[in-house]
């Protein structure tokens, strides 16, 4: 069983609701909304397959879900807040049963909430023996807390995706420098998996449109 932080830790102390403000901008930002650019999504499913319905669990504004309703899948979008994309109001971690057979996020990471959402993905899969995808932080994979549970829940596959800033530009302009230097990669658990985990390289730029192509040639059959 997970500790709470152990994936992300947590939210840093501050007088301030949301953290520190650098130029008016919240150093956390409300309610952990921090979307997931389309390149992200378009490069995962150019290497992993997921058979059956995805739930998004934390959809925000839709930017994971609607990728992967362009790419075919039926998918259940939830969130707790109202953004205009998806069920608002379902608390994920309160939920009792699966909405679907894979989970695909970008959960929020803060207060160990990631912790929470992983721990309560992994109970649903093993349920639904479905897949669950999620976008971490790049960080998490090699801090001396983490390791053990690691070793504990290998994931399948790890993805390290290039240069992507999960900042909501619209709603707060550019992202502040120090957030830019977060890095990500996609975490992979699927049925059954046990021993060392494959890990892969994703090109951000390789995806920013719909049209491009990556100029690997991965598929669940050679990535074994
Ligand atoms: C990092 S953002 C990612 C949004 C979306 N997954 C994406 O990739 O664009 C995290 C999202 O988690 C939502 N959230 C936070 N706590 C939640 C909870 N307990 N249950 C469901 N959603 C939650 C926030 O409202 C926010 O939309």
């Avoid at 501050?14 to 490069?43: C, D, I, K, M």
């Avoid at 897949?131 to 993805?159: I, K």
Wanted: overall charge positive; hydrophobic content about 35%.
């Amino acid at each position: 069983m997970m500790t709470s932080g152990i994936i992300l830790g947590s939210r840093p102390r501050s007088s301030h609701a949301f953290g520190s403000l650098t130029r008016g901008v919240p150093r956390r930002l409300p309610n952990e909304f921090y979307p997931t650019p389309p390149e992200a999504t378009r490069a995962l499913l150019s290497v992993e397959t997921f058979e059956g319905s995805i739930w998004e669990p934390a959809c925000g504004e839709g930017a994971i879900a609607q990728e992967l309703r362009v790419a075919g899948h039926a998918v259940v979008a939830t969130d707790l807040i109202a953004y205009g994309y998806g069920q608002p109001g379902i608390d994920f971690l309160k939920e009792t049963r699966p909405r679907a057979r894979n989970i695909v996020t970008n959960p929020p990471y803060g207060d160990g909430l990631a912790d929470a959402f992983l721990t309560k993905s992994l109970a649903f899969a093993r349920e639904t023996r479905g897949t669950v995808a999620m976008l971490l932080n790049l960080a998490s994979l090699a801090h001396r807390t983490r390791t053990r549970w690691w070793r504990e829940h290998p994931p399948a596959r790890l993805y390290a995706v290039d240069d992507i800033v999960c900042w909501p530009v619209h709603r707060y302009g550019q992202a502040p420098s120090h957030f830019t230097k977060h890095r990500y990669f996609w975490a992979v658990w699927t049925p059954d998996h046990q021993g060392p985990s494959a890990f892969w390289w994703l090109s951000s730029a390789e995806f920013r449109t719909r049209q491009s192509r990556p100029s690997h040639n991965l598929t669940e059959r050679n990535y074994a």
